[in-house]
């Protein structure tokens, strides 16, 4: 251990090197239990404290200019916001040298979707279907912010969604929980690693406790109205899942849950986190949250914020500074608060010990580690790698695409064919739109030297100004193809950024109309946030290529799926609705007791729009085609304890080799309580030559058919079951089972 911390640390670290026999702590244990002896309240609610620094914020900055006179005088134990290795070392000092205890900070920030090297936003990035990519983007984006001085990353975001006005959607991985579940342990894995002290690793989050994702008319930070059961059911597993894979911190939700902000949820964080799932991690509240809850109605003060977040569990507040000001107070009047907060910050030291601040504060604080690591050529590779294959092909009337490399003409034409900012998306942390590489550069690196690309924007992401028509219609005309790239820029989707139409923004409709117009082929890329609900685009043009937000590799990404250098395998994490009315829409949805019949009156529609989505949840298309045959499960019953085989045969019947995303779906047919249509609980992805077959084999057991029964027991129930397998949530072959 290095002797660079204050003398009173260091004799503490010396008193605990270890096991204490007497007490049978761990070094761990005993090393914080002598700390905590050592710390005065105010220390104790200094760790318990984060405050944004100036450098970048998300929000209202509510915490006042002596921020670093709190630092030193050991009454600050967070920053959010402070990143780079000299930035995080001087402010590490600070704490370090000139506070009593030297308790080093913990550094936090929001990467969502990498550091410097910007990966698919990750919604989109979800539609690849690989953990293994998944996780090493998040490996990646630890070993970037590690090098750059920060501990601990405020991800992965692991809300449900099932409303696509919700601007936040494209932070977490869909609308299923199962999936969602592999993704969030996947992200968690890449950042922690195996060891947190590890300079390469950071610490995660959960967030937003919970239900966060089911705001109310998908506007961002409103009230959510949700049963228990489908809390259980379906928000809150890929938190369990998170919880599972060892998550080092929870943030709670903005969110009002059934009559409590979720920042004084007792219910969500003392019950089921805390007790329950025994997380031995802490709880940060989000920006402000905790003083948010006077303006929810819910505190009347805010000491009162501060008493009802400190007794609901939540161990540090972000931003706003309740509990700096209050606590004491509270102490003072009911002395079992105490125990509280000797909880809280023996979570927090517990982090900051696990990530081996107390052996070497700064050794994240490294500027040789950062030049080194930061936006390295691998890292990029990656970048590419993954976003070809989030890249969803949604529609290719008579094989549109792929498009020859020696076309003598490609028209390009649209708002965003040149933008570098649009495909960082939002929440894109220290990505710099430098780093990127657009759709056009992608397209005049992978096109022959005889191409001539036509390049116009036509006109603006969000205008009413159709003068470039003009020039885009005569450039179109001329070419052999047309390239048209629309959607929604960067700051169209994520926090606070929700929309009432989830339309192409502007007149981009009209321009796509008008370029279809002249006969000439259409392939639309669509750069979003969210999913686009535009039935003309996806109904009349030639090609569409869901891209979402792709990163800093999204020009050469898109020129590979486009020229077909990549066979593009994604499958949407999410349904595409056909308007805003339909929404919300899942697959996972409810019977009811009239199952739609469009021959029938009196069964569940509408009256002025088609029943299903646009496409549905776990669509994706290909240059080759896939059938499925042969369904078959080795045994037509079993119990509890055993499990069922199934089997399915996949071929490639198409021309070239490509990748297919086999997912299996179960339906629980009668229910103490309802069930849903399909439930998500498999999948493959395989890689198929053409004509090639391939045998695939699942395995269901009956601890997979849990669910929240009538009585609220987390449990299986003996009877009929249907087991689906296919290319999609909608075009499948389907057996039968019974669980005895
Ligand atoms: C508010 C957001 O809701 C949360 O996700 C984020 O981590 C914090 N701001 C910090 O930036």
């Known amino acids: 251990m290095r002797l660079i911390l204050s003398t009173l640390l260091l004799g503490i670290i010396l008193g605990c090197s270890g096991t204490d026999q007497t007490q049978n702590l761990s070094p761990k244990e005993a090393f914080i239990d002598s700390l905590l002896n050592e710390m005065t309240l105010p220390e104790k609610i200094g760790q318990m404290s984060q405050a944004t620094g100036s450098f970048e914020f998300t929000g209202p900055i509510t915490s006042d200019s002596s921020t670093l006179e709190l630092v030193r005088t050991g009454r ?114 890449g950042y922690q690693g195996d060891d947190l002290s590890s300079t390469g690793t950071i610490a995660a989050t959960a967030k937003h406790f919970a239900a966060y994702g089911a705001a109310e008319g998908g506007r961002d930070y409103n009230t959510t109205e949700v049963s228990e059961r489908t809390l259980r059911e379906i928000y809150l597993p890929p938190f369990r899942a998170a919880a599972g894979a060892g998550v080092a911190s929870f943030m709670n939700g903005f969110n009002d849950l059934n009559g409590v902000p979720a920042s004084a949820s007792h219910l969500l964080v003392r019950q089921i986190l805390k007790k329950e799932w025994d997380f031995k991690g802490f709880v940060v509240s989000d920006w402000a949250s905790v003083q948010e809850m006077t303006d929810h109605g819910y505190a009347a003060s805010d000491k ?38 000797d909880d809280a910050v023996q979570r927090i030291l517990g982090i900051k010990y696990d990530l081996g601040l107390f052996e070497d504060p700064y050794r994240y604080s490294d500027a040789g580690r950062e030049a080194k690591y930061v936006l390295h050529n691998d890292h990029f590779k990656h970048a590419r790698e993954v976003a070809k294959k989030s890249i969803v092909l949604l529609e290719n009337r008579d094989n549109t695409l792929p498009l020859d490399m020696d076309l003598a003409k490609i028209a390009v034409i649209g708002p965003l064919i040149n933008d570098p900012v649009t495909p960082l998306g939002t929440w894109s942390a220290q990505g710099k739109k430098e780093h990127v590489t657009t759709l056009l550069e992608g397209v005049q690196l992978a096109v022959s030297e005889q191409t001539k690309i036509l390049t116009t924007n036509g006109c603006e992401v969000n205008s009413a100004d159709k003068t470039g028509f003009k020039k ?149 298309l290909s240059y080759t085609n896939f059938e499925y045959s042969n369904l078959l499960l080795d045994k037509s019953s079993f119990q509890a304890g055993e499990s069922i085989s199934i089997e399915v045969i996949v071929t490639n019947t198409g021309p070239v080799a490509g990748e297919e995303v086999v997912q299996l779906y179960v339906r629980d047919m009668i229910g103490s309580v309802t069930r849903p249509v399909l439930e998500l609980k498999g999948f493959e992805k395989i890689m198929l030559a053409p004509n090639e077959s391939q045998t695939l084999h699942f395995s269901l057991s009956a601890e997979e058919l849990r669910f929240w029964d009538e009585e609220m027991q987390f449990n299986w129930e003996p009877g009929d079951f249907k087991v689906f397998v296919g290319p999609n949530s909608e075009d499948l072959l389907e057996a039968e089972f019974k669980l005895l």
């Not at 995080?88 to 990467?111: C, K």
């Not at 919604?123 to 070993?143: F, H, N, P, Y």
């Not at 809300?159 to 199962?178: F, K, L, S, V």
């Open 76 to 189: 600050l134990g967070s920053f959010l916001n402070v990143v780079g290795a000299e930035r995080t070392r001087e402010a590490q000092e600070m704490a370090v040298n000139g506070s009593r205890l030297g308790i080093p900070l913990i550094f936090g920030y929001d990467m969502i979707h990498g550091y410097a090297t910007t990966f698919p936003i990750p919604m989109g990035e979800a539609a690849c279907w690989d953990l293994d990519l998944i996780k090493r983007s998040a490996e990646i984006t630890a070993l970037e912010a590690s090098a750059a001085g920060v501990h601990w990353n405020f991800a992965p975001m692991v809300d449900i969604a099932r409303d696509p006005r919700w601007g936040r959607i494209m932070e977490g991985a869909g609308e299923d929980p199962w999936w969602s579940s592999k993704v969030a342990v996947a992200r968690v894995e």
């Open 304 to 341: 009162e914020a501060a008493r009802l977040s400190l007794a609901a569990g939540c161990d540090m507040e972000m931003v706003s500074t309740t509990y700096e000001t209050y606590v004491e107070d509270l102490v003072a009047e009911n002395a079992s608060y105490l125990a509280m907060i």
């Open 472 to 620: 885009a219609r005569s450039l179109a005309k001329q070419a052999d193809v047309i390239i048209a790239v629309v959607g929604e820029e960067a700051m169209m989707s994520g926090e606070a950024l929700s929309r009432s139409d989830i339309g192409l923004p502007g007149v981009q409709l009209e321009l796509l109309q008008m370029l279809k117009a002249t006969g000439k082929p259409v392939v639309v890329v669509l750069m979003n946030g969210r999913p686009i609900a535009e039935p003309w685009m996806y109904e009349n043009c030639d090609a569409v290529l869901e891209t979402w937000h792709l990163g800093v590799q999204s020009g050469p990404a898109i020129a590979d799926v486009l020229f077909g250098t990549y066979n593009p395998s994604g499958k949407l994490p999410v349904t595409i609705p056909r308007s805003v009315g339909q929404i919300p829409i899942y697959y996972n949805h409810k019977h009811t007791g009239r199952a739609f019949d469009p021959a029938d009156r009196y069964t569940t529609k509408y009256i002025d729009e088609k029943y299903g989505p646009q496409y549905p949840f776990g669509y994706g």
